[in-house]
Structure formats: structure tokens, C-alpha cells
DNA sequence: CTAGCGATGTATCGGGCCGATACATCGTGC
DNA sequence: GCACGATGTATCGGCCCGATACATCGCTAG
């Protein structure tokens, strides 16, 4: 799952940990938190003895460098190479099951910009068939234990009840326009 | 984290690991997905090593099962011990930044009917300032970085957005209705 | 009658990911 | 001139998950 997120950015810049992080944390901020130091920095040497990345010595040509950052001390910069690639297209195309947990369908979701509609529809009705049997989930406990819980565990049950309705509608929204072949940016909002 | 859920289920009635799994399942389904045998076994052997629960053997007394269930087999029935009733309850009360993460409030929030009102009220205003936080981060990426991100990559961000806000004012309906001593129950729905 | 299937039930193993921690450098402000 | 926060790389212990294995029970189709 991390794999699919670094190659994904990746893919677009060549860039050192730290720096992949921040960006990994606004792309899927919506999803996941930040990622922790512990995974990357394992998940980036993973990558690299299965040679889908490599180091890129630090860029000499720093122009428009944000502020004058001078520095060239030990940072790692890494680029994808050509299996890299392969490997991106591989795993953004796989859509098995895996694909629509919270996690990572976030990530796949992230990607989209960069994936074959057909795959995007596979993905957003897996995801959506999956909410839909949550959604189910508490209607049930709603209706048939709900007077063996307490105040609170049902009010949690109403909350995930309500999302999981919202999240489905979102969706539905998503696959009319996916289907229209309307790009998201497309759907207006009130501002 | 799962050390106070199963603390708390076994508070309310001894158990066996099967049970356990599906009783977690259904009150922290809003939260977390079903919790694996992987985590559950090792952690009630870890439980029972640190005297906070014991094996009791099968109760005899079968009376009003649901089925005629005539089975008594390597079913293994745990009880919760004097010193994890004391442990449930510092572990409840104990307000540290984690119990606002995601999973952790959840299961707080689970086992509020058993928590006093300023513990309640102290967990809601943490969490509510960790996802306004959230929100404001959403806010930002969305105010500053708009032109920078792709259709869906930012579809992501409004749909984060949404629902950060949604919880907080949930949260907020939460808190005032605590202060005012109405449990949640006493909230009206539309039917 | 029996073979198979789905629910119940306990358990382990490898691996992904996290939080805490350590350590070093750079620019800025006091 | 020095403390502090941002930048930056890296490891370690531990929680938790998914896959897997195995066994029993009750039901039902052949």
C-alpha cells in the first residue's frame, strides 16, 4: 500500500524522504495519517533492492529553489526507474478486494488522475458495495439489538449509520459523473 | 487500546474469544474493522498473564441459550479479575493525546456509559480540537495548494473536509448535551 | 445414512506499520 | 554566541492484521 503511494509520487519528481512524506500527508490526508518515519524509511530500502527506485545524487541544478536552500548534506533523493514504472501501472491496475479498504482505496483513489476509467468504475463500485454491506451492518443493530446497548453505543451506531449513508451517496455521485465521463473537478459546488 | 475493549466487554459478562470478537465487531463497528484472531488471542493471553483475567470454567448453568447449543468443547471462558476491573478503570480514565486518535476515542467513546461526565466531556473537547485541527489542514491545502493538485486529489480534499466538519459539529451537539446531563439518548431523531 | 457445508471455536506465523527515540545540520532570533 | 525549530536520516520494540491450519457441531441434500 505504501509501495503504490511512493511510486505514485515518485513517478511525478524525484524526492527525498522527508520531503515525500509532507506530500504523502496532504495527497492522503483525507484517509491515513501522516506516515511514520518507521515505514518509509524501510519501505523506501524495499524498494530499492527490488530496483524499482533508485538514489538520484542531489540535483545541481537548484533554480527556483523555493527559499535559497543552500544546504547539500545527506539527503537521499530517489527517482522510479523503468520497472519502477511497470510496477506503478502493475499495482494501480490490480484491483482484488484489498483495493476497497479505507486505506487503500485513498490511495488508489489519490491516483486516479493516472488510471483507465474502467479501472476507476471497478474500484468506486467495489468500494461502494462495501459501504453499502457496513451501512447494513448497523441498520441491523439499529433494529434488532437496540435495546440491549446503551445510550452511547448507540449514538456511535447512529453516527457510523449517517457516514456510511453519506459516503455512499458521494460515491454514486463519483460513478453518474465517472460514467458521463465528467472529471470531479467538473461537479459544481457552492462556494 | 484492545486491552480496554476486552477489559470492558468482560466487565459486562465473561466470554470466550469467539464471542468476544463478534460482541467487539458490533459495538466498535462504527469505528474499527472486526478485530483479528491474530490481535485477539495473544492479547488475552498477555491479559491473563498480567492477573487482569482469568479461565473460568465452562458455566454450568446454561439456562435460556439462545439455541439449544449442547456443545462443550475447548471453548475457552474468560472473566475479568478484581485487578482489571482497577485496570479498566484507570485505562478509562486515562486522558492522554492518544485517546483522541481515530480507533482509541472510539472505544472511549464505547464505554462512556461507564465513564464519569468530566473524563466524557474532556475526551469530546480533545477529539473535537484534533479534528478541527484536521479540518483546518483540509481548509489550507484546499485555500493554497488548489491549483497545484489534480481533480481528484482535491475531490479527496473537499470530501475530507466535509466530513471533519460534520464531526465536529457532532461532536459539539455531544458536548453541549453533556453539559446540559442528557445522555445521547435523550437527543430526538426523525424517524 | 452419510457426505458435505457453514457456523463455531482456538491458535500461530510472517509482515506492515506505528510511536518513540536518537542524532546531525541549517537558518533565525534573542 | 547560543538556543530553538525546521529539516533530514535512521532504528527498535510492539501492536495489529491477513492468511492459514485444524477441529467440532448441526443441518440438509442426495
Same mark, same amino acid.
Given at each position: 500500500m505504501?509501495?503504490?503511494?511512493?511510486?505514485?509520487?515518485l513517478h511525478e519528481t524525484p524526492m527525498h524522504g522527508y520531503e515525500l512524506r509532507k506530500q504523502l500527508a496532504t495527497k492522503l490526508g483525507a484517509i491515513r495519517a501522516a506516515i511514520s518515519y518507521g515505514s518509509l524509511y524501510p519501505t523506501l530500502r524495499r524498494l530499492q533492492t527490488a530496483g524499482w527506485i533508485t538514489e538520484a545524487g542531489e540535483t545541481p541544478a537548484d533554480d527556483a529553489d523555493v527559499p535559497p536552500l543552500t544546504?547539500?548534506?545527506?539527503?537521499?533523493?530517489?527517482?522510479?526507474?523503468a520497472e519502477g514504472k511497470e510496477r506503478f501501472q502493475d499495482l494501480l491496475a490490480r484491483v482484488g478486494p484489498e483495493a476497497f479498504e479505507d486505506a487503500a482505496f485513498g490511495?488508489?483513489?489519490a491516483f486516479f488522475a493516472r488510471t483507465e476509467v474502467e479501472v476507476r468504475l471497478r474500484i468506486l463500485e467495489g468500494r461502494r458495495r462495501k459501504i453499502e454491506e457496513r451501512r447494513e451492518g448497523f441498520r441491523e443493530v439499529l433494529a434488532?439489538?437496540?435495546?440491549? %446497548?446503551d445510550a452511547y453505543t448507540l449514538e456511535l451506531q447512529r453516527h457510523g449509520l449517517e =457516514?456510511?449513508?453519506r459516503e455512499v451517496r458521494? %460515491?454514486?455521485e463519483l460513478i453518474a459523473n465517472e460514467r458521463k465521463n465528467n472529471p470531479p =473537478?467538473?461537479?459544481p459546488r457552492r462556494p
Amino acid at each position: 500500500m505504501l509501495d503504490l503511494a511512493i511510486l505514485g509520487l515518485l513517478h511525478e519528481t524525484p524526492m527525498h524522504g522527508y520531503e515525500l512524506r509532507k506530500q504523502l500527508a496532504t495527497k492522503l490526508g483525507a484517509i491515513r495519517a501522516a506516515i511514520s518515519y518507521g515505514s518509509l524509511y524501510p519501505t523506501l530500502r524495499r524498494l530499492q533492492t527490488a530496483g524499482w527506485i533508485t538514489e538520484a545524487g542531489e540535483t545541481p541544478a537548484d533554480d527556483a529553489d523555493v527559499p535559497p536552500l543552500t544546504s547539500r548534506r545527506g539527503r537521499v533523493v530517489y527517482k522510479i526507474t523503468a520497472e519502477g514504472k511497470e510496477r506503478f501501472q502493475d499495482l494501480l491496475a490490480r484491483v482484488g478486494p484489498e483495493a476497497f479498504e479505507d486505506a487503500a482505496f485513498g490511495v488508489h483513489f489519490a491516483f486516479f488522475a493516472r488510471t483507465e476509467v474502467e479501472v476507476r468504475l471497478r474500484i468506486l463500485e467495489g468500494r461502494r458495495r462495501k459501504i453499502e454491506e457496513r451501512r447494513e451492518g448497523f441498520r441491523e443493530v439499529l433494529a434488532r439489538a437496540a435495546e440491549r %446497548l446503551d445510550a452511547y453505543t448507540l449514538e456511535l451506531q447512529r453516527h457510523g449509520l449517517e =457516514a456510511a449513508d453519506r459516503e455512499v451517496r458521494w %460515491l454514486e455521485e463519483l460513478i453518474a459523473n465517472e460514467r458521463k465521463n465528467n472529471p470531479p =473537478a467538473d461537479n459544481p459546488r457552492r462556494p
